[in-house]
């Protein structure tokens, strides 16, 4: 730290991404990224955007925002993007967590969460999940500040239904409760449809998943009218410009192909269900994951030693230190081809 560094965030502890190593080729289940290319469209789109370059991006991206009004029935009043779904995450804290209104969250979910409180000065209240890991929605009953539930939740791919998060939203009839769908496209129900009937629900969702996008950067938020003013009043104080051209043609290019998404969550599912058979054979126990990740742990060898030694081994997976989760390893799911290396590897490893 220099001494020049603001007192304000000397204390910061930063999120730690997941690696992106350059060192060697991997079979990479670190991050859930998708295994498939972005869909050409997508790709042909973002090329054609090069020559426009000079110009400043569309701060309204009135395309993009126009495609996803009519795909989910909503206005175009009624849905704001941003550059990756972390960015309208912080926006989110920012507008809606104060002093009376502490952010709310498990204790196990993305570890983005309490950075973004910190950052924004921000305090927070963590509600632990059960034993299993599951997200009792007692637990949110008058939860006195603003809530942020991941659903799927995050690491463990766990999901909530519709009626479940309907209830957490009216029970906190004064606070906003910011659905995170960052995993929905994988299996599990998306809140969007309630946006009409409960005024203080915020959706978010990435195209850095199901769509093969985590490099361009691309996430939305969905809400009534006066949420997404909001939210624009964080946007344009902090960047108009914060979609930029080639991401948003790449955007566009995705959602037309929508088909290619789908199919490509069904590879995902099905990927999902083999390697969950076949790490159940090998004596791995699991969550029930809605995700294209699975969350799992060994009697035989730590979380920390089957992450090393796979890593060792040419397969990356994500290991967390917190103590609640240590032994445990979320591993992204990939392509068939992927999923039997990452086997494979640990049937030796086990050996
Ligand atoms: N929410 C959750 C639960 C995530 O795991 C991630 C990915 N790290 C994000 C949001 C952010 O995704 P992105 O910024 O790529 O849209």
Redesign the pocket.
Known sequence: MSRFFSSRYAALEPYT??EQPRDMQYVKLN??ESPFPPSLKAQEKAAQTLERLRLYSDPECTELVRTIAKRYGIGTDEVLFS?????I?DFAFMAYCDREHPAVFPDI??G?YPVFAEINCISSRQIPLKEDFSLDPEDYKEAGGTIFI?NP???TGIALTKEQIGQILLDNPDNVVVI?E??VDFGAESCVPLIHSHENLLV?Q????SRSL?GA???FAVGNRELIRDLNTIKYSFNPYNVNSMTMAAGIGALEDEEYTVQNCRIIQKNREYTVNELKKLGFSMTDSLANFIFVQHPDISGEELYRKLKENGVLIRHFTKERISNYNRITIGTRQQMDILLDRIRQILQ
């Not at 550059?83 to 960015?87: L, P, R, T």
């Not at 990435?206 to 998943?209: G, N, R």
């Open positions: 991404p997941g991050t859930n550059n990756g779904s972390d960015e995450l979910t993305y983005f991941a939740n995050a690491p995170d960052a995993y978010i990435t195209f850095s998943k985590a950067r691309l996430g």
